[in-house]
């Protein structure tokens, strides 16, 4: 039976936020596809979790050409969900990729900056998942070994052929973002968006990048707000992972990463969350979009029970002076 969305998908459960000074809206809360659904997860548990994002109004899926593993394997993944679930839908939809990592073999397959490598990977991302067009195309890393502007007229190429409707970096320090802003307003591109790492454990784009975000008029979309996990209550009791979390897979998270400090730390936020009737996960959500400057928060989910306990975040009520100053307090 063809997908039929929920019709009461935009009833106001999902909060949309201006995008910087565009005229983009964000959901508050954006899926990602970094985890979870490439070619050696479950095919249909990936289905399921898109269906169910857009039917609580999550209308952004966001991407990049090495998503998987294995590489590539989400885009293709995506191409087959978009052409059988959500193809009538796509003007509903914003959807994202990036290039900057490695991704094929030889002297210009990345890491890289450069047009050649920017280019091409923009036009295997799109044919990869079907589309005519990404709505956003970010830079995903700087590279120092490429001109800026470089980087920058690879992007305003895309966007002039109406393959990316607006542009974007990720992982660039503040000084690059307002270099490559400045570049890209000489074409008349502006930089619509910023994609950094941010939680209450990685606190580094408190140090600049927001203040630049705000002078270039470009919005902010946080990928790891749960610190690739580490803020939800799987880890709380000190034991052995899970099977099937990502310490177990210690991939991206490794053992290391979880000390005795740490764990201090998260059993403590544990406790406020728990005053607020949230969760760990949830709270840790919040706390990212308190900040004006953040459009809107990148989670992951492995269930749809993860993924309805994450979007539920944004029912409850603004965490309070005294709780924020709580939370400044066990972060040091």
């Not at 450069?114 to 956003?136: F, T, W």
């Not at 492995?302 to 709580?326: F, S």
């Amino acid at each position: 039976m063809p997908y039929q969305p929920d019709t009461q998908r935009y009833d106001g459960r999902m909060p949309y936020r201006r995008c910087g000074r565009s005229g983009l809206d964000l959901p508050a809360i954006s899926l990602g596809l970094w985890q979870n659904f490439g070619g050696q997860d479950v095919f249909e548990t990936g289905r399921a979790l898109l269906r169910r994002a857009f039917d609580r109004g999550v209308t952004h899926f966001d991407l990049a050409n090495n998503y998987g593993p294995p590489y590539g394997s989400a885009e293709e993944n995506f191409g087959r969900w978009m052409a059988q679930d959500f193809a009538p839908y796509r003007d509903e939809l914003l959807i994202s990729s990036k290039a900057g990592y490695d991704m094929w073999p030889g002297p210009y397959g990345g890491p890289s900056g450069s047009r050649k490598y920017v280019i091409a990977s923009a036009e295997q991302s799109l044919k990869r998942m079907g589309l005519d067009y990404v709505d956003i195309f970010y830079s995903h890393r700087m590279d120092a070994t490429t001109p800026l502007e470089e980087t920058a007229g690879a992007l305003a190429h895309l966007h002039r052929q109406g393959k990316a409707l607006y542009v974007g970096v990720s992982n660039y320090t503040p000084d690059a973002t307002a270099r490559i802003a400045a570049i890209l307003a000489e074409e008349r591109i502006p930089l619509l968006i910023h994609q950094p790492r941010y939680s209450m454990l990685e606190r580094t784009i408190e140090k600049g990048l927001l203040d630049t975000l705000e002078q270039t008029g470009s919005g902010c979309i946080v990928f790891s707000p749960l610190a690739q996990g580490l803020l939800t209550d799987k880890y709380l009791d000190g034991g052995a992972p899970a099977a099937g979390t990502r310490l177990a897979k210690a991939r991206t998270l490794t053992p290391d990463r979880l000390t005795d400090a740490v764990l201090d730390k998260l059993r403590g936020l544990n406790t406020i969350a728990q005053a607020r009737g949230q969760s760990l996960a949830q709270m840790a959500v919040a706390w990212v979009l308190r900040d004006p400057r953040v459009t809107s928060a990148l989670i992951g989910a492995r269930t749809l029970e993860q993924l309805d306990q994450l979007l539920d975040a944004v029912n409850a009520p603004a965490l309070t002076t005294d709780e924020l100053a709580a939370i400044n307090a066990l972060l040091g």
